[in-house]
């Protein structure tokens, strides 16, 4: 049973387990993180270059500065999310992103652009993301893998029109103009709905996770392993959280390499900007619903294995980025990209909840957050430098990858779900 422990008007209100509001609110606070993503770096990095006078490489080089540094915050919003809540900590963040896309409105030079860099890729990228994702973590267990498929629909419909959204803002109001957009929408509405309708976890108010009470004999008749809740030091010591975060730390970096100089690449093969925006269109279609379909996935196939497709997905886009040739060939690209994308989020969303529980999700997840986010900071460099200096990027791209291709097999062979931890 579970005791409350306290007591909410909403939820005790509400006409439906109170998860499914999490739910709404947790994949809403993953689309407000655009800001700080990468799509949406790459539509306004062409203005970046040409208002504050800067070279491809050295906006590339800020970025993996002010990313690098962001990183190393997380650990300590894993933390406070554990002894905070995710109420609190969505809240205080949904306003501090709003206070840094206001900041952007008045960048001026490099040193700015890097601290504004650091700002949304830390604010945005990272602790959003992480505190919207494990909100509804912490609500759902048996039926994981499905809600967060839904959540990734909605996320990757609306989160992916962003660079369309950006690319038709600039043109009326400007980049800088665009920004302070994005930081109302932020501080005017979704610092109210996470303050309102967040609630932490469902034993705090007298509920079980899923919204169904299910006792530890019906568990074990059904053959599913109970939850089990890994402290962190055990956690970090377990190869399977390398190997999980090595893969993907790998797709991280790269994705946000190749999303960052996107336009550019697509600029190189004679495709036009408008085509790089458009083509974000079907990689969000097809990443929403190979995320449902993964969601789905979860229950019936081993996680790990959605790994190695993702992997396999990124080699793949990236060997053939620099061969686009013509429109339908951008817009079949983007197909797979979304679908890499898709499985890529999905098991980013369950896999450390799933592997190691909830009770230290904050501290797990902020940890591994740490190392995804760091290794997307060396993404954008060496690509742009690349391009600088051979003046085309299928080099750098195909040697890239060789590293998910080689994840992919180590996973395939090392990455199944641990059990009980020895101390247990």
Known sequence: MYNSQKKSRLVQASPVYYGWIILVVGTLGGIMTSPGQTYAFSA???????????????????????????????????????????RFMMALVSFLLGLACIYMSFVRNALMLTIGFFLLRQLG???????????????????????????????????????????????????????????????????PIAWIFTRDRPEDHGLPPDGIEVSEEEEDASGETLETNWPRPQALRSSAFWLVTAGLASMSMLNTGLTFHLFSIFNDSGLSSSVAASVFVPIAATGAIVQLAGGLAISRVPVHLLLVLALLLEALILVWAPML????????????????????????????????????????????STLLVAASALGPMPIGVARDLMGSYQTVLTVFALLPFALAIACALFCKQPGIPAEE
């Open 125 to 191: 990228q990272g602790s959003l993301s992480l505190v919207s994702k494990n909100a509804i973590n912490l609500w759902w267990v048996r039926r994981r893998g499905l809600i967060m498929g839904i959540s990734g629909v909605a996320g990757a419909m609306l989160g992916g029109l962003f660079p369309y959204i950006i690319n038709t803002l600039i043109p009326l109001y400007g980049w800088r103009y665009t920004y302070v957009i994005f930081g109302g929408m932020l501080i005017l509405f979704m610092l």
């Open 44 to 86: 306004f990095l062409d203005h970046f270059i040409a208002d504050l006078d800067l070279s491809r490489s050295l906006v590339s080089t800020l970025y993996t500065g002010g990313t690098l540094a962001a990183s190393f915050v997380l650990p300590y919003i894993g933390r406070q999310f554990d002894i905070r809540g995710a």
């Open 325 to 368: 040739s013509s429109q339908r060939m951008a817009y079949t690209f983007g197909f797979f990209m979304g679908m890499q994308g898709g499985l890529e989020m999905i098991v980013s969303s369950v896999i450390f909840a799933n592997y190691f529980g909830r009770r230290h999700l904050g501290s797990i997840a902020g940890f591994a």
